[in-house]
C-alpha cells in the first residue's frame, strides 16, 4: 500500500476494476480520474487474492494521491484465526447483536443492526477476531439457530461451509476500514463490497457518499450464482422448481443483496447510467429521490473527420449497403441472430453485406459455429469477419450499425456510431431504446436515431437494417437525430462537468464535507 | 463486469477427515496383556524350577525379570503410542510401505537405549554372574523390541499369528528356562528366557514382514511424528509411569523391601498382591474391547459418514446418540461383569490368597488393589475413547494425574503402615477414571461442535 498524501477530494471505491482489470467501468474511471486534473483522488480498491492482481492495466495519474488494496478472498493470518481475548461482556453483546442482525426480517432493522455490529467490532480494538467466529461456542450456537430457522431439511456441512465462508470477504473489507484514506467525498462504482465500505468510509468520516453503477450489482451476482455448480444443491427437490433457487444459493443471493441495501441506504445520490438501471435501482432498495441518470459520455468531436468522409461517401448514390457490426464475437452479443438477418435481408436487398468488426478469439467456439453458419447459408460474401479494427478509421464505411447483444449496458459503439452520424438498428436491451428513441420528452423530440428490434428477432432485425438502407433520406434524418443527441446528452464534457460539481459542492448532501486539513 | 465476485471453489476443498485409530485401544491393552502372560509363565517357572535353584537365585530372575518389564513399559510407553498413530496415518494415506522402514528405525533406536541402560543397570549395579548379567541386559533390548513390533501389529489384525507368537514365545521361554537351569545351573535361567523371547520377537517381525515388509530399513520421518506428536509420547509414558510408580517407590522407599542383589529390590508383600490383582484386568477389557469394537466404532463411523454425506443436522445427531448409547451400553456391560468378578475375589479374597500361597496377611491389600484395576479397566477404557475423539492433550493430562496421584498417594501410604498399602493405585485409579470419564461426557456433549470447529477455514 502507498499512502502519498493523507487527504483527497474523492476516493474512489472501485471493486475489481481500475487500476489492475480493464474494461468498460475501468475506462469510465480513468476518464474521471485524468478529466479532472484539478482534483485529487485516493484509491480503495478491492481485489479478489493478491497473488494473482497481476500489474496495473493503467498507469495512475499525477492527481492520484494513493492507492490501498485490499484482498477479500486472501487467506487470513495465523494470528486472525485465533480467537482474540475480548472482554466477556463485549463478547455477550457481540452475539447479541449479531444474531439480533441476522435473525432480523425488516431491512431497515437488520441494516441499523448492521451500524450497531460495526460500533461492537470498533469497542472490541481487534480482540475479537475472524477465530471467534470460528470457534466461540456461542457462534456455533447461533450457526446451529439459523440452520434450524433456515435449512433444516438441508445438508449440515454445506451450510456450516456456507455461513462461515460469507463473512470472510466482509471480515478481510471491515479490517481495511482501518485503512481508509480521509477523503471529502466518498464515490463507489458499485454496490456490492466496495459499496459496504464506501458506506462505513462515509460514516467514519461523515462524509457525502455516492454511487455510481453501471451494470447492476445484485443482477449479476444473481446470474453468476444461479449459474454457480460449486454451491451445494440437494437434487430432485421440489423447491427448485418452485422457488428457483436453492437455500444455499439463496443464502449467497441474500448475502449479496444485503450488501446493496447497506451502500444504497447510506448514499446520498445514485447514478444510473439510464432509466432502466435507475428503475431496477430502485427496486432493489435505493431511494427514488436520491436517484440520478447520468449516462456515459463521449467527445463528438473525435469523430468529426469520420463524419465528413462518411457524409461525402453517402452523398453519391451506390447499390452497395455496408452494414457494420462493432463488438466481440461471443453468444451475448447473440452474432448468430445477425447472420440469420443477414440471410433474409440479402434476398430483397442484394447489395447489403454485413462487416463484423471485433476480436474471435474470446470464444473460439462460437466463432466457428458462426463461420460454419456464414457457410451453410453461402453468405461467404456477405458476412466478412475483419477482426480488430481502429474503430475511427472504419467508422465512415458503414452506412448503418447493428446491435444484436442480449444485454448491454449504455453501449459506447452507439454514442461512436451516432457521433459520426451513423444511425442505429439495436435490440430492446440496456439504454438501447433511450438512445435510439431519447430518454426525456425533450430528448425524443430530436427524432429516432434508429430502429429497436426484438431479442433474438432475425426477421425484425432484417426488416429493420433493409427499412433504413433502402430509404437515403430516413438515413440521413436518423444520422442527424443521432449526431444531436450524442452532443446534447451524451458527452463527455457533461459528464465530467457534472461529477466535478457534486465532487465539490457538497450541498446535495445532507452531511458537512469535512475539510481539508492539509 | 465489474466487482469480483467470488472465485471459491478453489478454497472451498472439502477439509479432510482425520482417520479414527482402533489400533489405540489395543495399545491401551497390550501394555497389560503381555504384562500377564509373564506373571503366569513367571510364576509357572517358580514352581517348577523350585527343586533346580536356591530360593535367592530364583528371586534374582523373578526381581530382574520384573524391572525388564518395568523398565522396558516405561521405556516403550511414548513410543508405542507415537508409532500407532504414523502407522495408522500412513494407512489412511495408502503408504504402508512407510511403516516398516519407521519400524525398523524404531527398533533402531529403542535397542541402543535399551542396551545401554541394560548393560548399566545389570553389569553395573547387580553383582550376579556374568552370563546372567549380559542376558537379563539382553532380555531388556528383546521385550523392548517385542512392544514396539506388537504395537506395529495391533493395526495389522493379525492377531491369530500374534496370539500364536506369543503362547508360543512364552512356552518356549518358560521351558527353555527350566531346562537350562536344569541342564546348566541356576546362573543359566536368563539364557532360557532371552532364547524364548528371541523366537518370540523373530516370529513378530517374520509376520510384520510378510505382510508389509520392504527392503528398505530407513525412515527418519518417524521422528518428526514424536515432536508433533508429544502429547501422545507423553500420554504413553505417564500411563506406564503411573502403572509402576506404586511398585517401584515399594521397591525403594518402603521398610518392607527387600534387597536382593545391589540396585535390585523387591517389596514381596506389595508385589506379590498387585502383581495378581492386576490379572483380574482380563474380562474387564476383553468385555469393553469387544463394544467398542462392534458398538462404538461402527456409531462413530456413521457419525462421520453423515457429516461427510449432507445429512441434516437432526441425522448428525441421531448418529452421535447412537454413539453414546452403544458407549452406556458398553460400560454397563463392563461394570457388571468386572463388578461381579472383583466382587466375588473380595468375598472369596482369603480362599482364593491361600490357593495361589499366599497369606492372609495380604488379603487387605489385595482387595484394595483388586478394587483399584476395576477402576483401571474403567480409566483406560475412558481412556481409549479419549483417543477415538482424537482428544490427546487431554488423555495426556488424564495419565499424568494417574502417574501423580499414585506416586504421591503411595508415598504416603508406605509412611502410613500396612493397612493402606495399594490405596495409592486405588485412589489414582480413582481420579483417573472420573477424570477421564468427565472429559469423555464433555466431548461427546461437544461432539458436533468440536467435529465441525476444529477445521481450519483454509483447508
Known amino acids: 500500500m502507498t499512502k502519498l498524501k493523507p487527504f483527497s477530494d474523492v476516493c474512489l471505491l472501485l471493486e475489481g476494476t481500475y487500476p489492475y482489470v480493464s474494461g468498460g467501468v475501468s475506462s469510465w474511471v480513468d476518464q474521471i480520474v485524468r478529466g479532472m486534473p484539478d482534483l485529487t483522488f485516493s484509491l480503495f480498491y478491492l481485489g479478489n487474492q493478491a497473488a494473482t492482481k497481476g500489474t496495473p492495466h493503467y498507469k495512475l495519474p499525477e492527481n492520484v494521491t494513493s492507492l490501498s488494496e485490499v484482498y477479500l478472498y486472501d487467506k487470513l493470518s495465523p494470528g486472525e484465526l485465533t480467537p482474540g481475548k475480548a472482554p466477556r461482556e463485549a463478547t455477550r453483546l457481540f452475539y447479541q447483536t449479531l444474531r439480533g442482525f441476522l435473525t432480523e426480517k425488516a431491512d431497515a432493522r437488520r441494516i441499523a443492526q448492521f451500524w450497531e455490529l460495526i460500533e461492537c467490532l470498533d469497542a472490541a480494538e481487534g480482540k475479537f477476531r475472524f477465530g471467534n467466529l470460528c470457534k466461540d461456542f456461542e457462534a456455533w450456537e447461533l450457526q446451529l439457530e439459523l440452520y434450524n430457522q433456515l435449512a433444516a431439511t438441508e445438508s449440515f456441512i454445506d451450510f456450516f461451509w456456507t455461513t462461515r465462508f460469507l463473512p470472510l470477504p466482509v471480515w478481510h473489507l471491515l479490517s481495511g476500514r482501518h485503512e481508509l484514506p480521509a477523503a471529502r467525498v466518498y464515490h463507489s462504482v458499485t454496490t456490492g463490497y466496495a459499496g459496504l465500505i464506501g458506506a462505513v468510509a462515509a460514516r467514519k468520516f461523515n462524509a457525502p457518499y455516492l454511487i455510481t453503477e453501471h451494470g447492476i450489482y445484485n443482477n449479476e451476482r444473481l446470474a453468476e450464482i444461479s449459474r454457480a455448480d460449486w454451491i451445494y444443491e440437494a437434487e430432485n427437490t421440489a423447491f427448485r422448481y418452485s422457488e428457483g433457487l436453492s437455500v444455499f444459493k439463496r443464502l449467497w443471493v441474500e448475502f449479496f443483496f444485503f450488501l446493496s441495501r447497506v451502500a444504497y441506504s447510506s448514499a446520498d445520490r445514485v447514478f444510473a447510467l439510464y432509466q432502466g438501471n435507475a428503475t431496477l435501482q430502485v427496486g432493489y432498495g435505493a431511494d427514488a429521490h436520491k436517484m440520478e441518470v447520468l449516462p456515459n459520455g463521449i467527445d463528438p468531436n473525435k469523430f468529426d473527420q469520420a463524419l465528413q468522409k462518411r457524409a461525402e461517401r453517402m452523398s453519391t448514390r451506390s447499390e452497395k449497403h455496408c452494414i457494420g457490426f462493432i463488438g466481440r464475437v461471443v453468444t451475448i ?144 434524418e436518423m444520422g442527424v437525430a443521432g449526431r444531436r443527441r450524442a452532443e446534447r446528452y451524451y458527452t463527455q464534457k457533461a459528464l465530467l462537468a457534472r461529477y466535478h460539481q457534486v465532487y465539490t459542492d457538497h450541498s446535495w448532501s445532507p452531511k458537512r464535507a469535512i475539510e481539508s486539513s492539509a | 463486469m465489474a466487482g469480483i465476485g467470488f472465485e471459491l471453489r ?183 528366557m532371552v532364547a524364548g523371547h528371541l523366537i518370540l520377537l523373530l516370529m513378530l517381525l517374520r509376520i510384520t514382514f510378510i505382510e508389509i515388509g520392504e527392503f528398505e530399513f530407513k525412515n527418519l520421518e518417524i521422528l518428526g511424528y514424536f515432536k508433533k506428536y508429544s502429547h501422545l509420547a507423553l500420554c504413553g509414558l505417564f500411563y506406564n509411569l503411573g502403572i509402576w510408580i506404586d511398585k517401584i517407590l515399594f521397591w525403594f522407599i518402603s521398610s518392607d523391601r527387600k ?179 468427565t472429559k469423555v461426557n464433555r466431548h461427546l456433549q461437544l461432539l458436533e461442535y468440536d467435529t465441525f470447529t476444529s477445521q481450519s477455514i483454509h483447508g
Request: proline share 3%; with cysteine; aromatic share 10%.
Open chain 1, 333 to 476: 452479443k447473440d452474432v448468430k441472430t445477425l447472420i440469420r438477418a443477414a440471410r433474409i435481408l440479402v434476398q430483397n436487398v442484394p447489395g447489403a453485406f454485413i462487416q463484423i468488426i471485433g476480436p474471435t478469439g474470446e470464444d473460439q467456439e462460437y466463432f466457428e459455429e458462426c463461420q460454419g453458419m456464414v457457410n451453410e447459408f453461402a453468405l461467404e460474401d456477405v458476412v466478412l469477419f475483419l477482426g480488430n479494427q481502429n474503430i475511427l478509421k472504419v467508422l465512415d464505411q458503414l452506412d448503418v450499425m447493428i446491435l444484436t447483444s442480449l444485454s448491454e449496458g449504455l453501449p459506447l459503439v452507439i454514442l461512436e456510431a451516432f457521433s459520426a452520424g451513423i444511425p442505429v438498428v439495436a435490440t430492446d436491451v440496456g439504454a438501447c431504446r433511450e438512445l435510439l428513441y431519447g430518454r426525456t420528452p425533450e430528448d425524443q423530440a430530436l427524432g429516432p436515431a434508429g430502429i429497436i428490434t426484438r431479442v433474438s428477432s432475425p426477421s425484425e432485425t432484417a426488416d429493420a437494417l433493409q427499412k433504413m438502407v433502402t430509404d437515403p433520406s430516413l438515413l440521413r
Open chain 2, 10 to 192: 478453489k478454497i472451498l476443498a472439502k477439509p479432510s477427515y482425520l482417520n479414527t485409530l482402533r489400533a489405540y485401544g489395543y495399545a491401551a491393552l497390550i501394555s497389560s496383556g503381555p504384562w500377564v502372560l509373564s506373571i503366569v509363565s513367571l510364576a509357572l517357572l517358580g514352581l517348577v524350577c523350585r527343586g533346580l535353584a536356591s530360593e535367592h537365585q530364583m528371586e534374582l530372575v523373578f526381581a530382574s525379570v520384573t524391572y525388564v518389564y518395568a523398565l522396558s513399559l516405561i521405556l516403550t510407553g511414548p513410543v508405542q503410542m507415537v508409532l500407532t498413530r504414523y502407522a495408522a496415518d500412513q494407512k489412511f494415506i495408502h503408504r504402508t510401505d512407510k511403516i516398516f522402514p519407521a519400524i525398523v528405525t524404531t527398533l533402531a533406536f529403542t535397542s541402543a537405549l535399551s542396551a545401554i541402560i541394560g548393560l548399566i543397570l545389570f553389569v553395573g549395579f547387580v553383582p550376579a554372574p556374568l552370563l546372567f548379567q549380559l542376558s537379563s541386559a539382553c532380555l531388556l533390548v528383546l521385550v523392548t523390541s517385542i512392544w514396539v513390533m506388537t504395537v506395529a501389529l495391533s493395526a495389522s489384525r493379525n492377531y491369530h499369528g500374534v496370539l500364536i507368537s506369543f503362547l508360543s514365545g512364552y512356552a518356549i521361554s518358560f521351558l527353555a528356562a527350566w531346562a537350562c537351569t536344569h541342564w546348566l545351573g541356576p546362573s543359566a535361567t536368563m539364557l532360557g
Open chain 2, 259 to 437: 534387597q536382593v542383589a545391589g540396585f535390585l529390590y523387591t517389596s514381596p508383600d506389595y508385589d506379590q498382591v498387585v502383581y495378581l490383582s492386576f490379572l483380574t484386568i482380563v474380562p474387564g477389557m476383553a468385555v469393553f474391547l469387544l463394544t467398542l469394537e462392534t458398538g462404538f466404532a461402527t456409531h462413530y463411523e456413521q457419525f462421520v459418514q453423515r457429516v461427510l454425506g449432507k445429512a441434516t443436522f437432526a441425522q448428525i445427531t441421531e448418529a452421535k446418540e447412537g454413539m453414546v448409547s452403544s458407549l452406556r451400553e458398553g460400560f454397563s456391560q463392563l461394570i457388571k461383569i468386572q463388578g461381579a468378578f472383583t466382587l466375588l475375589l473380595i468375598i472369596f479374597t482369603d480362599r482364593f490368597l491361600s490357593f495361589v500361597g499366599l497369606g492372609a496377611v495380604q488379603s487387605g491389600s489385595f482387595q484394595i488393589t483388586a478394587l483399584g484395576v476395576f477402576l483401571l479397566v474403567l480409566f483406560l477404557s475412558h481412556l481409549t475413547i479419549c483417543f477415538y475423539l482424537g482428544k490427546l492433550r487431554d488423555a495426556m493430562l488424564c495419565c499424568f494425574v494417574f502417574a501423580l496421584v499414585n506416586g504421591a498417594v503411595t508415598a504416603w501410604t508406605i509412611s502410613s503402615g500396612e493397612q493402606w498399602y495399594g490405596f495409592g493405585f486405588l485412589i489414582a485409579s480413582a481420579v483417573a477414571a472420573t477424570m477421564a470419564a
